[in-house]
């Protein structure tokens, strides 16, 4: 097996992208890993490690580019080059903490969609409350204008994942509304509520925003707009609160010597509430996988994305998927998109 990894993506690029794939690199004997980025940069950070190849290339998009023209005009990226490998069939799949815009127009330009998919959705698994029983999150910014097919489509792909990598049997579905009853919400919530409704599918119904991190669902389903609205405000909200217990424990000699005495307790609530220990957000609906690793993650993060991805090319996600959208047995679903 063999993956793609974009070394020069992300804010922390390459150190830490090296980093966490050495350290799987270790734990994996069968993985075989191509480096895309600055050959002069790469050699040190990788040392003696044989099973890793650079592809060489020093251009990168940058964070600023706009993603499709950067995509058309920068041919020789990191991030262009690392899709293209799992294109021609040279990686499995392909992992970036760049642009995210921009590697979702790379998946598309390079592997494309999924036939029967109308819009790919960027999917990350969010922590909650409960140990080791993160939700799916999907769409959470791939579209920001959305139809109740494609929120179907969603809750399929993401029923499949939840499965087959999170190991969860018979996954609860949720839509995210702004209450539970099933006449809440706009007109694409309704229609969506209803086309899950009638799919075969563990659909739960609605669920609200404020209830997330109790983790209510294997996987919620949202509108592009929405899902990323929500996202960003419990990634704000996280931060804000982390500060705010920094400066409150930190602001006296008691304080900080109760800070102390509950250092194991504040590191092991940190630790659990770590998104870096969910793996990279999977852009749903590509013909071959391609993870979105956080721009700012650390090596921690890159380490559990390629473990993510080994999970997605052993279980076969991606044709699972597709056979689900093109098999007779599902006639159903096709007769709604």
Known sequence: MRLAIDAMGGDHAPGTIVEGTLKALNEFPELQITLVGDQDKLVDL???????????????????????????????ASMVLAVQEVRE??????????????????????????KGIDRPALAPTLPTIHQNKGFLFLDVGANAETKPENMLQYAIMGAIYAEKV????????????????????????????????????????????????????????????????VLKSIEGTAMSLMKLLKETLGGSLYTKVLTGLMYGKLKSVKQ????????????????????????????????????????????????????????KQYDWLNSKV
Not at 54 to 73: F, N, S, W, Y
Not at 100 to 114: C, D, E, K, N, P
Not at 178 to 201: D, M, W
Request: contains cysteine; charged residues 25%; glycine residues 12%.
């Open 46 to 76: 990788i040392g003696g490690q044989d099973r890793i190849k650079i592809l060489h290339t020093t251009e990168k998009i940058e964070g600023t580019d706009a993603p499709v023209q950067a995509v058309r005009r920068k041919k020789q």
């Open 89 to 114: 069939k040279r990686c499995d799949a392909a992992i970036s903490a760049g642009n995210t815009g921009a590697l979702m127009a790379s998946g598309l330009f390079g592997v494309g969609r999924i």
């Open 272 to 327: 659990h509430m770590d998104t870096s220990a969910y793996g990279g957000a999977l852009l749903f609906g590509l013909a071959a996988p391609i993870i979105k690793v956080h721009g700012a993650a650390k090596s921690e993060a890159v380490y559990t994305a390629i473990k993510q991805a080994q999970l997605l090319i052993k279980e076969d996600v991606v044709g699972t998927i597709e056979h689900t959208f093109h098999d």
């Open 166 to 229: 999170m190991h969860r049997p018979n996954p609860r579905i949720g839509l995210l509304n702004i209450g539970e009853e099933p006449g809440k919400g706009n007109e694409l919530v309704k229609e969506a509520y209803k086309l899950l409704s009638n799919a075969p599918i563990n659909f739960i119904g609605n669920v609200e925003s404020r209830e997330l991190l109790e983790g209510p669902a294997d996987v919620i389903v949202a509108d592009g707009f929405s899902g990323n609205m």
